[in-house]
């Protein structure tokens, strides 16, 4: 059974930083891209950073370039999203998702960002 499970997240100021992290159990997570999505209030979820297996390869959408840094640590079955230099529009539930297409989802995080 695959589980994924975020953490990390909270209310933040404007400019300031938080550290999500997604563990997983039940798949071979070497092997797994894996995936942030975020969905915001009357939105639709979208992507926002996905890393390969092996931690090669990343992606980013533009909204997130440059302030958000995606990661994993394969030992630890765990990806993560650094997010530095928070804006208000970042407000949002994050989720983290396994596999491309996503077929298995974290039950979502929230992050707000308010002063």
């Known amino acids: 059974q695959v589980q994924l499970v975020e953490s990390g997240g909270g209310l933040v100021q404007p400019g300031g930083s938080l550290r999500l992290s997604c563990a997983a159990s039940g798949i071979i997570f070497s092997m797994t891209t894996m995936a942030w999505y975020r969905q915001a209030p009357g939105k639709q979820r979208e992507l926002i950073a996905d890393?390969?297996?092996?931690?090669?390869?990343?992606t980013y959408t533009n909204a997130v370039k440059g302030r958000f840094t995606i990661s994993r640590d394969n030992a630890k079955n765990t990806v993560y999203l650094q997010m530095n230099s928070l804006k208000t529009e970042d407000t949002a539930v994050y989720y983290c998702?396994?596999?491309?297409?996503?077929?298995?989802w974290g039950q979502g995080i929230q992050v707000t960002v308010s002063s």
């Open positions: 890393i390969s297996g092996s931690g090669g390869a990343r």
């Open positions: 998702g396994a596999g491309r297409p996503v077929y298995a």
